[in-house]
């Protein structure tokens, strides 16, 4: 293990013991439910309560571990999530890599103070776990170990079911990469070596789906809130957090930004376009994200810009900005741009916004791109860093939460 990765590991461990130290005594949010999910489970009772709208792998893999070392309050299970927050960091060690193969500190610390993520680090939240599974799934995949990568993207989605959309990003990079187009023309042979690669993945989808349409669909609790629809909206703030999360790395871009809109004009001519369209669709309609729940910061930018013309035209202004910076942003290989069109998929059918289904397309987005300035990396990390501890210290003194 070399220097660079035992400093990331050391600074990262005793980030968490301080969070550990300044967290929250009581429930956070949906913890409660959580917590109660897996009591019931140690009592022996095996029913689903209708709150939650995950599979009970999650509740069932907490409850065993509970009943090991006879866990019961919500500061003991609290202990459990940072297990495997740290597991997370030995993880960030082996996916953390930059071009060459060799550890990226920077990268692997940008991803750990990721401030839609680290406020979750110790609730009892499927999140991290899901996320940790994504990361292993990742970096299989980088070494064409597309068995283990379903396995681990599987396990993932057993976690929260959303993580399949994930399978459908590897699907799409392995069976592309493998085609080589010439002329605009794929001949039988290629495509054939192309699905060869790829049938894992065609499996683990279309298993899934199976299951979900024979057990009456995705959500497995509480469906009048979660029902399947188009929301474009989650998209929009998405960007917006985007924006919120990485403006030093995206406001640096802004001589790369001039430049692509002084040498394809017509992408004035679409922003002007877009205006009327992104106002006559911006819409905060789900019952989680009325102003009666504004104490959710998403609640309440959310309903701030959906009630100001002025907010909405310059959310779409700094939107349009971290669109076009994003796109000035190289990934690592061509193939990685499906990445941007799953990242909408990946939030669009999601009646809540919530900044927490953002949390692997962002973190797959930072693994997939390459590194810009050190300088300019380096502010992006102290932002990420100050930001994160902001939103933990405030959720964990309930001054509001996420």
């Given at each position: 293990m070399t220097r660079s990765q035992i400093k990331f590991i050391v600074i990262t461990l005793l980030t968490l013991v301080v969070m550990?130290?300044?967290?929250?005594?009581?429930?956070?949010?949906d913890e409660s439910l959580h917590h109660g999910q897996i009591l019931s489970l140690i009592n022996g009772d095996n029913s689903r309560s209708p709150n939650i709208t995950t599979?009970?792998?999650f509740h069932k893999i907490y409850a065993s571990v509970?009943?090991?070392?006879?866990?019961?309050?919500?500061?003991?299970?609290?202990?459990?999530?940072?297990?495997?927050?740290?597991?997370?960091?030995?993880?960030?060690?082996?996916?953390?890599?930059?071009?060459?193969?060799?550890?990226?500190g920077l990268l692997a610390s940008q991803l750990f103070f990721l401030p839609i993520a680290l406020p979750y680090y110790p609730l009892i939240y499927t999140d991290i776990l899901a996320l940790t599974f994504l990361y292993c799934a990742y970096h299989q995949f980088r070494l064409k170990h597309h068995g283990l990568t379903v396995l681990?993207?599987?396990?993932?989605?057993?976690?929260?079911?959303?993580?399949?959309?994930?399978?459908?990003?590897?699907?799409?990079?392995?069976f592309f990469e493998q085609l080589q187009i010439k002329d605009h023309k794929i001949s039988i042979q290629q495509f054939y070596q192309a699905f060869k690669k790829s049938w894992l993945y065609v499996a683990g989808i279309f298993g899934f789906l199976l299951y979900f349409l024979l057990t009456g669909g995705i959500s497995k609790g509480a469906e009048e809130f979660h029902q399947v629809s188009?929301?474009?909206?989650?998209v929009y703030f998405m960007v917006v957090v985007f924006w919120l999360v990485f403006w030093p790395l995206l406001l640096s871009r802004h001589q790369q930004v001039l430049s692509v809109l002084r040498q394809n004009k017509w992408i004035i001519l679409l922003i002007v376009i877009g205006l009327p369209a992104y106002m006559a669709t911006y819409s905060v309609t789900n019952f989680f994200n009325s102003p009666a729940l504004n104490v959710f910061l998403r609640n309440w930018l959310l309903n701030q810009i959906n009630d100001s013309l002025w907010l909405q035209l310059t959310a779409y202004i700094f939107s349009v900005y971290t669109v076009l910076a994003m796109s000035t942003l190289k990934l690592k290989s061509p193939v990685w741009n499906w990445l941007y069109v799953f990242l909408p998929l990946s939030v669009i059918a999601m009646p809540l916004i919530e900044q927490?289904?953002?949390?692997?397309?962002?973190?797959?987005?930072?693994?997939?791109?390459?590194?810009?300035n050190f300088k300019i990396e380096q502010l992006q990390l102290l932002w990420m860093v100050i930001f994160s501890l902001f939103l933990y210290i405030g959720m964990s003194q309930a001054w509001f939460y996420l």
């Open positions: 550990y130290l300044l967290q929250a005594n009581t429930f956070v949010v599979f009970l792998v509970g009943q090991v070392f006879n866990l019961t309050s919500i500061l003991d299970f609290r202990l459990i999530s940072f297990t495997i927050t740290g597991l997370m960091v030995l993880v960030l060690v082996g996916v953390s890599r930059d071009e060459n193969g060799s550890f990226n681990l993207a599987g396990l993932a989605v057993l976690i929260r079911q959303p993580s399949l959309v994930w399978l459908g990003l590897f699907l799409s990079v392995c188009i929301n474009i909206t989650n927490r289904y953002y949390i692997v397309g962002v973190a797959f987005w930072q693994l997939s791109r390459t590194m810009g």
